[in-house]
């Protein structure tokens, strides 16, 4: 095979995008004119609230707004997240040093380990975890060291037992709670254990709470930056795409430890020039202004939480209620765990034309669930809990008559 023929070194470390067989069979379907209630991606539906968009409009008419921006963002958007920390979290941070704003907390998270990681670093993540999380750090050359995370205390538990069997030592470890895709919440006493443990054994810590406002207790989820000393070593992700539904803006922030922080600003000044300045304005508007917007996307979210496992518990699927977060991890139903979370998938998008995201495309450890997004109406959830029951009562029966025939 010539170079020219040759898959690219960092590709062939990318396996397979198992959600892009997924999004191929959903594609399919609709265009052969299959209506899809789709709980697939975590795509929020819901509209920016005004006030953020007429700040948009306001300073995009302004006749320099289309100049370069700067790529560790606008002092004044700056500002405006760490008054966030202060005022959610009572943590203080210097506009300056420890905040750097980001193209969504995505980007960030994968400019961090382009920024922290030479290659042969060994990496300890959670697994179910977001993709970028183990993908960002394999893409910048290190090596992920997957530590099962069913619950934060499996996680926590095994973290000793991967610094001590690997080589060399891990560099860094990654925590994200509320969880994607797990919906798993996390009191500050967690955060206490991860600090002392990865002070312990030398860890830097990537904290991601990107869905730090989607919570359904009374307490709101706590910050690693909480914890006493957790800035020696710690930063935190954090996103405004959930909290106030702008996913399709592209805003986050990385705040926290000031060398890591100017570590991912240096490398952000060779790859872009920031958002779109109005989008920035528009943003610190977001962070400043009036709140209720957040508690009004938090009630929708928790309304459509709990009529979906009240609809699919009436189906014959029970659902978790998750604590946080805009999904549900949800176990597959009996009938068909033994054929797995991709095909469960494609049997409920083709014969119930529900589209939910496979547990395993979120690590080997997320077999035996789905993730379903809380991103339709609660009209489209009790549509597509009616369908599911009608596909789960077929595989039953199927099952029934499989039997019946294995006894015979």
Same mark, same amino acid.
Request: glycine share 8%; with cysteine; net charge neutral.
């Given at each position: ?42 795509? +929020? =539906? ?15 008419? =302004? ?22 920390? =202060? ?27 382009q920024a922290l990681t030479s290659p042969g670093d060994v990496i300890i993540c959670p697994n179910p975890a977001y993709p970028i999380h183990a993908y960002g750090f394999i893409i ?18 095994? @973290? ?11 560099? @860094? ?7 994607? +895709?797990?919906?798993?919440? @996390? ?14 054994? =030398? ?19 706590? %910050? ?97 209620? +998750? ?36 547990? @395993? ?31 789960? %009562? ?15």
């Amino acid at each position: 095979m010539t170079l020219s023929e040759q898959e690219f070194h960092k590709i062939r470390r990318l396996p397979p995008y198992v959600f892009e067989e997924v999004n191929k069979l959903k594609g399919q379907l609709r265009a052969k004119g299959m209506d899809i209630i789709d709980f697939g991606m975590g795509n +929020p =539906d819901m509209p920016t609230p005004k006030h953020i968009v007429d700040k948009l409009i306001e300073t995009a008419r =302004d006749p320099k707004a289309g100049r370069y921006s700067a790529s560790k963002g606008i002092p004044g958007l700056r500002k405006a997240m760490a008054g966030y920390y =202060d005022k959610r979290f009572g943590v203080k941070l210097n506009p300056d040093t420890e905040v750097v704003a980001t193209l969504g907390s995505k980007e960030g998270f994968a400019n961090l380990a382009q920024a922290l990681t030479s290659p042969g670093d060994v990496i300890i993540c959670p697994n179910p975890a977001y993709p970028i999380h183990a993908y960002g750090f394999i893409i910048a050359g290190g090596v992920i060291r997957h530590v099962p995370a069913l619950s934060p205390e499996a996680y926590l538990s095994g @973290v000793s037992r991967a610094v001590k069997h690997s080589a060399p030592p891990p560099s @860094v470890l990654i925590v994200s709670y509320p969880s994607n +895709p797990t919906a798993q919440w @996390v009191d500050l006493d967690f955060y206490k254990e991860a600090v002392a443990l990865a002070k312990k054994h =030398d860890l830097l810590i990537l904290s991601d709470i990107a869905y730090s406002e989607i919570y359904f207790d009374d307490n709101p989820p706590p %910050s690693i930056l909480q914890v006493d000393g957790a800035k020696d070593i710690a930063v935190e992700v954090n996103s405004l795409s959930k909290t106030y539904a702008m996913a399709g803006w592209r805003v986050g922030m990385v705040v926290g430890n000031a060398r890591m922080c100017a570590a991912l600003a240096r490398v952000k000044s060779y790859l872009d020039y920031g958002a779109f300045t109005p989008i920035q304005v528009a943003a610190a508007a977001a962070l400043n202004g009036p709140q209720d917007c957040v508690d009004e996307i938090r009630a929708i979210y928790k309304g459509r939480r709990d009529t979906l496992v009240k609809a699919m518990g009436q189906a014959g699927w029970d659902i978790p209620a +998750p604590p946080a977060s805009m999904f549900a991890w949800a176990p597959i139903p009996e009938a068909h765990r033994e054929g797995g979370s991709l095909l469960f998938a494609k049997r409920l998008m083709e014969e119930a034309g529900v589209a939910v995201a496979p547990g @395993v495309g979120f690590g080997e450890y997320g077999e035996g669930f789905v993730r379903i997004g809380l991103v339709e109406n609660e009209h489209r959830i009790r549509q597509a809990a009616r369908n599911v029951k009608k596909f789960l %009562s077929g595989s039953n029966s199927a099952k029934a008559d499989t039997a019946e025939l294995i006894g015979s």
